[in-house]
């Protein structure tokens, strides 16, 4: 299964599930009615159908919030790129190694990481232009 495809799936089974859970504890049908449509989602083992079960029959018998969908997590989508003094500092090591320095603003289209990799190549005396996408 593709990674897009299976990202998808885990997603709507989630909220399948959260939807049966909410019908569950409203008494909208029965635990064998509940084991059936968590089979059909491909949420079939009956260890964690039971675990499943039995906390939403607490919740049906004493109250307590009923869950909720969960959220996905905020993750970037692209790499957070160079900081100002990541620039500054990479110019200095290129003057210092004689060297060309990279223009400023390709310097800052750089993602952080990569120019943090390049600053260190810089101190060490390891830099070898050969090894970079961007040339310098």
Not at 25 to 31: E, N, R, S
Not at 88 to 104: G, I
Not at 113 to 136: C, H, M, N
Request: hydrophobic letters at 45%; aromatic letters at 6%; proline letters at 7%.
């Amino acid at each position: 299964m593709s990674g897009a495809l299976a990202e998808a799936l885990v997603a709507a089974q989630r909220r399948a599930v959260t939807v049966l859970e909410k019908a569950y504890v409203a008494g909208a049908f029965a635990d064998d009615a509940l084991r059936e449509q968590l089979d059909a989602l491909g949420c079939s083992d009956a260890v964690d159908q039971g675990y499943l079960v039995h906390a939403l029959d607490v919740l049906r018998a004493y109250g307590g919030p009923l869950p909720t969908e969960p959220r996905p997590s905020a993750e970037p989508t692209e790499p957070l790129k160079a900081t100002d003094a990541q620039v500054k500092l990479a110019q200095s090591l290129f003057q210092r190694a004689d060297l060309v320095p990279l223009a400023e603003a390709d310097l800052r289209n750089l993602p952080r990481e990569r120019v943090s990799q390049l600053i260190e190549s810089l101190k060490a005396g390891t830099y070898d232009a050969s090894t970079w996408d961007v040339p310098f």
